[in-house]
C-alpha cells in the first residue's frame, strides 16, 4: 500500500554497489530505486524483506520529519547566535567561529542520531510487516560480507553488524521500541514548537 510513481535500476557504476531506497514524500513525486548489484545477490524472500524496510521510511513519514529536523537547523544557530553575540558578548569572530563548531556538532551528532533512529524503525517496520527478521537480516548479511563493510561503524545507518544484532534481538520488545520511536517524535516535534516560541521571543 505504498504509491510508487516509477521505479529506477541502477546499473554500469562501475563496481559493485549494494544500494536501495525511496525518493520523494508524497506521491507522485515518488520513486523507487534499487541497483542491478543488489538484485542480483538477494532472493525472493531477501529482496521482500529490503522493501518492506523502504516501505518503512514511507509508512512511519521519516522524509517529513527529518525536514522538520532539518529547519529546525536556522533556528537553533540562531538561538546560539543571539546568546553568544547578546548575553555572552562575544565578538563577531568568536561568534562566527561558535556558529560553524554548533553546526558542524548539530549535523554529525543531533542529526545523526536521528537518522540512525528511523532506519531502525524502518528495519522494525520490516519486522513487524513480515513477522521475521530473518529476511532483512539475511539480505544485510549478504551486503556486508560482499562489500566488506559487515563490521563497519556508519554514524548514519548504524553498522550492518550492529543492525543485524538489533534485528535478532527485537522479539519480545515491541512494545518498548514502539514507545521509544513515539517519544522520539513528540521530542523532535516539541523541540521544533519551542525553537520556534523562543525564536519570536529573542526577536521582540
Known amino acids: 500500500r505504498v504509491k510508487i510513481r516509477e521505479y529506477y535500476l541502477l546499473s ?3 563496481r559493485p554497489f549494494y544500494t536501495a531506497g525511496i525518493l520523494g514524500m508524497f506521491y507522485p513525486f515518488r520513486y523507487f530505486f534499487i541497483s542491478s548489484d543488489l538484485l542480483r545477490i538477494l532472493d525472493q524472500d531477501e529482496l521482500i524483506g529490503v522493501l518492506a524496510h523502504e516501505a518503512g521510511h514511507v509508512k512511519k513519514r521519516h522524509m517529513l520529519w527529518l525536514c522538520l529536523i532539518f529547519f529546525n537547523f536556522p533556528l537553533f544557530l540562531g538561538i546560539i547566535l543571539f546568546v553568544m553575540a547578546r548575553l555572552l558578548k562575544f565578538s563577531d569572530a568568536l561568534s562566527s567561529l561558535s556558529l560553524i563548531i554548533f553546526g558542524f556538532l548539530y549535523f554529525r551528532i543531533i542529526f545523526a542520531y536521528f537518522l540512525r ?5 524502518a528495519d522494525y517496520y520490516s519486522y513487524k510487516l513480515l513477522g521475521t527478521h530473518v529476511p532483512l537480516a539475511s539480505a544485510l548479511l549478504k551486503i556486508g560480507e560482499l562489500s566488506g563493510q559487515l563490521y563497519k561503524k556508519n554514524w548514519h545507518h548504524y553498522g550492518i553488524i550492529e543492525r543485524i544484532s538489533f534485528l535478532a534481538s527485537i522479539k519480545g520488545k515491541e512494545k518498548a521500541l514502539e514507545g521509544f ?4 517524535r513528540a521530542f523532535v516535534l516539541l523541540w521544533f514548537i519551542g525553537d520556534v516560541f523562543l525564536m519570536w521571543f529573542l526577536m521582540l
Not at 117 to 121: G, I, L, T, W
Not at 181 to 184: D, K, P, Q, S, T
Open 12 to 14: 554500469g557504476t562501475g
Open 117 to 121: 533512529s528511523f532506519e531502525r524503525e
Open 181 to 184: 520511536f513515539r517519544r522520539l
